[in-house]
């Protein structure tokens, strides 16, 4: 027999949980919130030192909350955001109860519930709304797992430059997190090697405003799941030294070695493809795309927006990179060092029902699920371009918990 009942069970306390908490309490619809750690335990855990806030303080909300700051232009600290999203649930009063992980969840036998396993004890709950976040299992390839001599670390693990032993470092992967943490290692003195791969760039500031006043100006923020291409990368965007444009032939220009796509590592030797020059250039044409989506909402609304024709201005490719090296040797390149900004996978295997596809992604319409009853939030693009921000959640959590009360009234 089951220790507990509840009518909602809501698993993991970050920013979704707790938004979807706050839009069910509107709604008198009574849950529990369980989490396995802390409040916004991957924000004072799994991130670096010198990271900042990728958007502008005054584009940091909750549903009903925002930001506090002194500066509306200037971009938060980790600890300034684990701050906030603890006065959120401060202010919130969530039912929320810490430290209890919930180790496997399953349909009960009748199919009219759930039954959730934790480490306090059997829950069942008639809803379940996993709240478990978009970054969950550091992905690591096993490329170099025979390399003892080489220190490694997924991003998720990196604090600061002085973490790593002395030498040249290696980053694979050119997403927001491996190109901030370049220059971050750049910046400390350290020789940096770039592994580069498919990226999508955009200004930091054009025509005097933040690139995300021109993203809901346009309305590209929201861009709605159904329209979203083929390409699911996140722009290269960073907040840190005061926010500005991230342009990996400028990395170059400051000594950083950027290389194609990591293939293959055997024998003290790592491989790369030729797909630089073509990697580079794709990224570019992002950037040209979100500045003509500008230029045109500028002229079409008659706005005053001083042009800026220097954010067109490409730099010149560094010599040698149509011909990057393709093979490179650790120990003769005196790489100690390697930062492993590769992503996350799904980590969903403690989840016993059938709601998944192939590639353990879940199957859902908009965070429903296709089991009665199970709900997803907090994932990217679950409905929209920002469903993963903290500014987008609180769309997702209340039309989610207009759901979870209509099955009540039924």
């Known amino acids: 027999m089951p220790s507990e009942r509840v009518a909602t069970l809501i698993i993991g306390g970050g920013q979704a949980g707790l938004a979807m908490s706050h839009m069910l309490k509107q709604r008198g619809c009574s849950h529990l919130v369980v989490e396995r750690h802390r409040i916004a335990e991957r924000w004072r855990s799994e991130r670096w030192d010198g990271l900042r806030f990728q958007f502008p303080n005054w584009a940091v909300k909750l549903p009903d909350f925002p930001f506090a700051h002194a500066d509306p232009d200037a971009f938060a600290t980790p600890e300034e955001i684990v701050a906030f999203i603890t006065a959120y649930a401060k202010r919130i009063a969530p039912p929320l109860r810490t430290g209890v992980e919930v180790t496997a969840l399953r349909r009960r036998s009748d199919q009219k519930a759930f039954v959730a396993a934790t480490s306090a004890g059997v829950i069942e709950a008639t809803n379940v709304v996993v709240a478990t976040g978009p970054y969950q299992r550091p992905k690591i390839p096993g490329l170099l797992r025979d390399s003892p001599d080489l220190f490694q670390v997924h991003a998720s693990r990196y604090r600061n430059p002085a973490q790593l032993p002395e030498g040249a470092v290696l980053v694979i992967g050119s997403g927001a997190s491996g190109v901030q943490i370049t220059e971050e290692l750049m910046r400390a003195g350290r020789k940096v090697f770039l592994a580069v791969g498919h990226h999508r760039r955009l200004p930091r500031r054009y025509r005097g405003k933040d690139f995300w006043f021109w993203a809901t100006a346009t309305g590209r923020d929201q861009t709605p799941v159904e329209q979203r291409g083929p390409d699911r990368t996140l722009p290269l965007i960073t907040g840190a030294y005061g926010g500005h444009t991230i342009d990996l032939r400028q990395y170059a220009v400051d000594g950083v070695t950027l290389l194609g796509r990591l293939t293959d590592a055997r024998d003290g030797l790592l491989y790369f493809a030729a797909d630089l020059a073509d990697i580079l250039k794709t990224g570019d044409e992002s950037y040209e795309i979100?500045?003509?989506?500008?230029?045109?909402?500028?002229?079409?609304?008659?706005?005053?927006?001083?042009?800026?024709?220097?954010?067109?201005?490409?730099?010149?490719?560094?010599?040698?990179?149509?011909?990057?090296?393709?093979?490179?040797?650790?120990?003769?390149?005196?790489?100690?060092?390697?930062?492993?900004?590769?992503?996350?996978?799904?980590?969903f295997n403690w989840i016993d029902i059938p709601a998944f596809a192939a590639n353990s992604e879940p199957r859902h319409h908009h965070g429903v699920s296709e089991v009665p009853g199970l709900y997803f939030i907090g994932l990217q693009w679950l409905s929209k371009v920002t469903s993963s921000f903290l500014s987008g959640v609180g769309d997702d959590a209340a039309r989610l918990a207009d759901h979870i009360a209509g099955r009540r009234a039924l």
């Not at 490719?317 to 490179?328: C, E, M, V």
């Open 290 to 347: 979100f500045l003509d989506a500008v230029d045109a909402h500028v002229a079409q609304h008659g706005l005053t927006a001083p042009e800026e024709p220097t954010a067109r201005v490409k730099l010149p490719d560094p010599p040698g990179i149509a011909t990057s090296p393709r093979q490179l040797d650790i120990r003769g390149s005196n790489i100690r060092a390697l930062v492993w900004a590769t992503g996350y996978d799904f980590d």
